[in-house]
């Protein structure tokens, strides 16, 4: 193949020097005797129309986008998928030959590929979910977990006002709780999943009271930082299902993988070990 027909696909953001896309592309690349390229670009938001538009024409045919410009990237593409509007933001970017920008947002799909790739019999249907936080992160569950059926949500956030917005956002099946009462309906919850940043490295510690949690209870934090975070010790002695956060930046990366480079990427241990080192 010349080598002006190898894709190209990047990760923009600022900073990007942590990102950990480059480690999953390159990997699979290497697995599936892929030919492509995947880099990461440092950019300024107020370059970052100018760049997507320049894109394509270098023979890039998709680029994941991440903070800063998860949300202002809405407002560049020329083409939004459901799911990418309501969550708000988009972390996987499209290019079609005649340059045109699709924005997609595969963070949910990741976080649902996720549980099921550990409990393939868990069902999103069986009962309430309590989701912890409101930010970006809490959007991509809240929208996954909707589109897949689950009967209530119950939202809980320190700043509520976060919340209140998601109901008005997402609609009846969600509802409010405060963040100080989570302990007096965690027994109802057949799904608990910590989005908020509370329980990684460097940051303060979840202080919710979760003797109520029942062992029926599947528990989900976002969290990979540590792997095993205090929640999910404390629901594993106490019997639950259990799933770290390490899968769903592999699942949410997955779609971009197989739209631009044509192959459905495998879950194995060598990429979890990798993104961990
Ligand atoms: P992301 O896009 O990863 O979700 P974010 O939008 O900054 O990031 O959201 C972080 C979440 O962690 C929010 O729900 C935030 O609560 P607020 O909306 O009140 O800020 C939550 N969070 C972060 N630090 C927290 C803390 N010390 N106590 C409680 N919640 C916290």
């Given at each position: 193949m010349?080598?002006e027909?190898?894709?190209?696909?990047a990760v923009?953001g600022s900073p990007i020097?942590?990102?950990?896309?480059?480690t999953?592309y390159?990997?699979?690349?290497?697995k599936y005797?892929?030919?492509?390229?995947?880099?990461?670009?440092?950019v300024?938001?107020s370059?970052?129309?100018?760049?997507?538009?320049?894109?394509?024409k270098?023979?890039?045919?998709?680029?994941?986008v991440?903070i800063?410009?998860k949300?202002i990237?809405?407002?560049i593409a020329?083409?939004i998928?459901?799911r990418?509007?309501?969550i708000g933001a988009?972390?996987?970017?499209s290019f079609?030959?005649a340059?045109?920008?699709?924005?997609?947002?595969t963070?949910?799909?990741g976080?649902?590929?996720?549980?099921?790739?550990?409990?393939?019999s868990?069902n999103p249907k069986?009962?309430?979910?309590?989701?912890l936080?409101?930010?970006?992160?809490s959007?991509a569950v809240?929208s996954?977990l909707?589109q897949?059926?689950?009967?209530?949500?119950?939202?809980a956030n320190?700043?509520?006002?976060?919340?209140?917005k998601m109901t008005?956002?997402?609609?009846a099946?969600l509802r409010v709780i405060?963040?100080y009462?989570?302990?007096k309906f965690?027994?109802e919850?057949?799904?608990?999943?910590?989005?908020t940043?509370?329980?990684?490295?460097?940051?303060p510690?979840?202080?919710?009271d979760l003797?109520p949690l029942?062992?029926?209870?599947?528990?989900s934090?976002?969290?990979y930082?540590p792997l095993?975070?205090d929640?999910?010790?404390?629901a594993k002695?106490k019997?639950c299902r259990?799933?770290n956060?390490?899968?769903?930046?592999i699942?949410?990366?997955?779609?971009?993988?197989?739209?631009?480079?044509?192959t459905?990427?495998?879950i194995?241990h060598e990429i979890?070990?990798?993104l961990?080192?």
């Amino acid at each position: 193949m010349p080598i002006e027909n190898i894709p190209l696909a990047a990760v923009l953001g600022s900073p990007i020097s942590h990102s950990k896309s480059p480690t999953l592309y390159n990997y699979w690349f290497k697995k599936y005797s892929i030919r492509g390229h995947y880099i990461p670009i440092d950019v300024d938001p107020s370059n970052l129309n100018q760049i997507l538009r320049v894109m394509p024409k270098m023979g890039f045919v998709g680029a994941n986008v991440t903070i800063p410009h998860k949300e202002i990237v809405l407002t560049i593409a020329d083409q939004i998928s459901d799911r990418a509007a309501v969550i708000g933001a988009a972390n996987t970017l499209s290019f079609t030959k005649a340059g045109k920008i699709f924005a997609d947002n595969t963070d949910g799909e990741g976080f649902i590929e996720n549980l099921r790739h550990h409990y393939p019999s868990w069902n999103p249907k069986e009962g309430p979910a309590i989701v912890l936080g409101a930010g970006g992160a809490s959007r991509a569950v809240v929208s996954a977990l909707l589109q897949n059926s689950t009967p209530e949500i119950w939202i809980a956030n320190r700043t509520r006002a976060r919340a209140e917005k998601m109901t008005s956002d997402f609609g009846a099946r969600l509802r409010v709780i405060d963040w100080y009462a989570v302990s007096k309906f965690i027994s109802e919850a057949a799904t608990l999943v910590n989005a908020t940043s509370l329980g990684m490295i460097g940051k303060p510690k979840l202080q919710i009271d979760l003797r109520p949690l029942s062992k029926k209870t599947l528990v989900s934090d976002l969290v990979y930082a540590p792997l095993e975070t205090d929640l999910l010790l404390f629901a594993k002695n106490k019997g639950c299902r259990t799933v770290n956060g390490i899968g769903m930046l592999i699942h949410q990366a997955m779609p971009g993988f197989s739209r631009w480079f044509g192959t459905k990427p495998a879950i194995d241990h060598e990429i979890k070990n990798l993104l961990l080192a």
